[in-house]
């Protein structure tokens, strides 16, 4: 306590002091008194700042871990695909060379709706089949020896746009005699194993069937391949 205090306390006290006057025992006592009442309230506030601590600390504690960010509800977060672009499909003319016998070979080409001839060279002994677009189109015998230059095998209309091309050559001995029948050229070619066989196939327009197909021209800026006439 200060002076001033203690003489504050001294008068208040004398101003009603009992009989007899002021005990220094009894200013002493009441000090002491002051004394505990304020180490109370100096624990009590302490205790209670120790209390906002506690619950401050349980309450941080008892927070959920942070979530990694979640994208809002209206946006996609999903891998995009991409559509392959499509592949460019060949034009006329074509020029296919195969080795095997017995085994249908199969290319696409892109065509207006116009008639197409097709040239078949195989093995002496061959016999060809040939499909355009899921149909029998052309049937026959077939070798290296060309009767007709440049060995026109057949003609057929194509589609506009892309067509399918099939084709297989299998032994003369095995087509018969007659006309083929599309049921019979799938059976003829069901039951050639594969065998060695070397064989080409050329496809044009049938307009410039009085170019030689086996010369072509290629155009530099374009890329381009017309038939040399």
């Known amino acids: 306590m200060t002076q001033q205090r203690l003489r504050d306390l001294l008068d208040h006290d004398s101003a009603d002091a009992p ?3 002021v005990r220094l025992a009894d200013v002493d006592a009441r000090v002491r008194g002051i004394r505990r009442r304020r180490g109370r309230a100096a624990g009590s ?3 209670a700042a120790l209390a906002v601590t506690a619950v401050t600390v349980l309450t941080v504690d008892a927070r959920p871990a942070p979530e990694a960010a979640r994208a809002p509800g209206d946006v996609w977060a999903g891998a995009l695909v991409q559509t392959a672009p499509a592949r460019a499909q060949p034009r006329l003319p074509l020029f296919h060379g195969y080795a095997q016998g017995g085994r249908r070979e199969t290319f696409t080409f892109a065509s207006k709706a116009e008639a197409v001839s097709f040239a ?11 499909w355009l677009n899921g149909k029998l189109a052309a049937t026959g015998a077939c070798g290296p020896t060309i009767r007709q230059p440049p060995g026109w095998f ?7 746009g892309v067509n399918e091309v099939s084709a297989a050559v299998v032994r003369a001995a095995d087509g018969g005699t007659g006309t083929m029948t599309a049921a019979g050229a799938e059976l003829l070619l069901a039951r050639t194993a594969s065998y060695p ?6 496809l044009v327009d049938a ?4 170019c030689r197909p086996d010369v072509v021209r290629v155009d530099p800026r374009t890329g381009e391949i017309t038939a040399r006439c």
């Open 197 to 202: 066989a070397e064989w080409r196939l050329t």
């Open 19 to 21: 009989p007899g006057g």
């Open 207 to 210: 307009r410039t069937r009085s």
């Open 154 to 160: 057949g003609d057929a209309r194509a589609r506009d």
């Open 120 to 130: 078949l060279t195989c093995p002496s002994g061959g016999y060809g089949l040939i």
């Open 45 to 47: 506030v302490a205790a």
